[in-house]
């Protein structure tokens, strides 16, 4: 995915005190707010417990078939007494994973999560570690984990940004296990529970993915919505009441899908731009992206799209065709929308002698004038 830093704040109003939205196809920031603030993610954690979960069948360590033992400690930490919302599970019985994810997901059982982390690693506090590790390999690079619940604990903390970014990549890698955030309850020792996503019914086209309160951080949500051939991923956070959450979610999904025309910058293999070349054989290399670059322009800001293209330079010969040149970047007014890899169209073999002293000369008078 080609992200990703701010987006454009000022074209729309939020209470909520943090916000992240993408268009899930090209990766445009369309709306940005106070993205990086490190906040408590109460059980918005739970989209990285089942991030964990997830990967562990997709690379066949687990199968939905397993079972989970349910121990004194998950049933009276995240059962009925505990006073949190739990699947109510019974101690000492056994649960299949299949069952434990749609009780996590559906239910957001805290119970469930502390057993499927015993399950997984002995302890939640092992668990924990997992998750934060597993963070690490997809990109969160601020997101720390302390427990599989999100329940407070101290130094436990994501921002809205990686949230998102969790988001748009459990859609992406485990599109199988994604559904389960669009199932509209679940059913578990003769309880049924709805889940508790607000946007899934309110027929936008909502299919997940979780919400979360605590009172340092307040009221949460991380939600996507898929409509036209389009899918948003939104991350929210910092709202007063569960009322204002949805609605807020509600107000800028619906903004996000409304307010942008789509654009196609560039076609798949077409030359964006140029780097220079030192002692190559030839100045310079033409640099294209992997596909076509597409992104989503506010309609009252079509005007002020700005693209450079930004590359470490000059680049140093040889350079293989489809090695990792550089980065386009989109700005629109001032702040930056879009950022996609940009790679040598060609090859370029090092220069003969000659044209590495010329090189050389250049690089020296330009040296000498700095």
Known sequence: MGLVTSASAQLFETRAQQAFMIDA????????????????????????????VFNALKTGRLTLQDEFFVSENAWRTGGAMSGGSTMFAEVRSSISLENLIQGVI?????????????GMAGSEENFAQLMT???REIGMTRSVFKNSTGLPAEGQVVTVRELAMLAHHIWTEYPDQYDYYAQPEFTWNNITQRNRNPLLRMNIGADG??????????????GSVARDDRRLFVALSGMESDAVRAEEARKILDWGMRAFDKYQIFAENEVVGEAKVYGGEKGGVGLRSNGPISLFVPLTNRDRLVARIVYDGPVIAPVEEGARVGTLRVWIGDAMSQETPLYAAESVDTGKLHQRALDAIEELAVGWMR
Request: one cysteine or more; proline letters at 3%.
């Open 106 to 118: 559906v239910q957001s059982a805290n119970d469930g999560c502390i057993i499927i982390a015993e």
């Open 209 to 222: 993915m979780k919400t979360g309160f605590t009172q340092e951080s307040g009221y949460g949500i991380v």
């Open 133 to 135: 590790e597993r963070a």
């Open 25 to 52: 196809d090209t990766g445009t920031v369309l709306f940005s707010k106070d993205p990086d603030a490190l906040i408590q993610p109460a059980s918005l954690a739970k989209l990285m417990t089942m991030e964990v």
